[in-house]
């Protein structure tokens, strides 16, 4: 079968098109390993099983990822071996898979892990927080990539597969609390639109949870304050093309984490 896809991404200063580019690879968390059931990846640009592709992978479904409490790309260094993640003081988030990544704090700086969702390549690690919406599973590749997906990167690939419209009427609906008292929801639907067309829409919400106390007034800070949405169709006018769009987009207004006083070393301490 034929297939044309179209991807868009917008920031809220950055905005990406795309006609094709990237999936991650993967190896089996302990719970996807000892499942039955075949994995399927696409860490060669095709379909296959998990045991042919001679490469260190870790796959996660949507249901492990809910199982563990894993929300976003950050949350994964609980997950996958050998991965972790930090913060810059402007808030660019900062990847790094066995001891490989780029500590710049710049927003607009290329990673040494990239970060993919259905063969779009994000250019930027800031816009990870899209990739999270709505997702049917993650796949992890651990070690340098070249450019058979469009980026090559020393580190390693993050790829997120989002969940596709489907023949017969679906959806889900997520909501929770997190710590210091933060919200967040996602909703999302989707079906078929007629016999040859089908559609996906997905919207999710987080707001609140700020962690940092003011000891000089009454105030806090890192709050979060992100929204996001997509909307995916799907059209098959016969049984060897199908033509697939996908167009998301995010705001973020969550506080940057202030600059905090950890220590005080005096250069010459009185003797």
Avoid: H
């Amino acid at each position: 079968m034929k297939c044309i896809k179209i991807g868009m991404l917008i920031g809220s200063s950055l905005c990406v098109l795309s006609a094709e580019s990237a999936y991650a690879q993967v190896e089996p968390s302990p719970e996807v390993a000892s499942a039955p059931d075949e994995i399927i990846v696409t860490a060669q640009r095709r379909a296959q099983s998990i045991n042919d592709v001679g490469m260190a992978i870790s796959a996660f479904s949507n249901d492990d990822l809910k199982a563990q409490g894993i929300n976003n790309a950050a949350d994964l260094a609980r997950i996958v071996p050998g991965f972790t993640f930090a913060e810059s003081q402007k808030g660019s988030p900062i990847y790094t898979i066995r001891g490989v990544g780029l500590y710049e704090e710049s927003l607009a700086a290329s990673p040494a892990v990239s970060v993919y969702l259905d063969e779009i390549g994000y250019p930027f690690p800031i816009m990870a927080d899209l990739a999270t919406l709505d997702t049917e599973r993650v796949e992890v590749l651990k070690g340098p990539q070249g450019t058979l997906y469009g980026q090559n990167s020393t580190g390693g690939a993050i790829n997120y597969v989002s969940a596709k419209p489907t023949s017969v009427l679906a959806g889900s609906v997520d909501v929770g609390l997190n710590s210091f008292g933060g919200f967040a929801g996602t909703f999302a639907v989707g079906g078929p639109i007629s016999e040859n067309l089908r559609a996906r829409f997905a919207v999710g919400y987080d707001r609140g949870g700020g962690w940092q106390q003011s000891y000089t007034r009454d105030d806090e800070n890192g709050s979060k304050n992100l929204l996001r949405g997509r909307a995916q169709l799907e059209w098959t006018p016969t049984s060897t093309l199908k033509v697939a769009l996908s167009l998301a987009g995010f705001r973020d207004r969550s506080d940057t984490v202030a600059v905090a006083l950890y220590r005080v070393t005096p250069k010459c301490p009185p003797g």
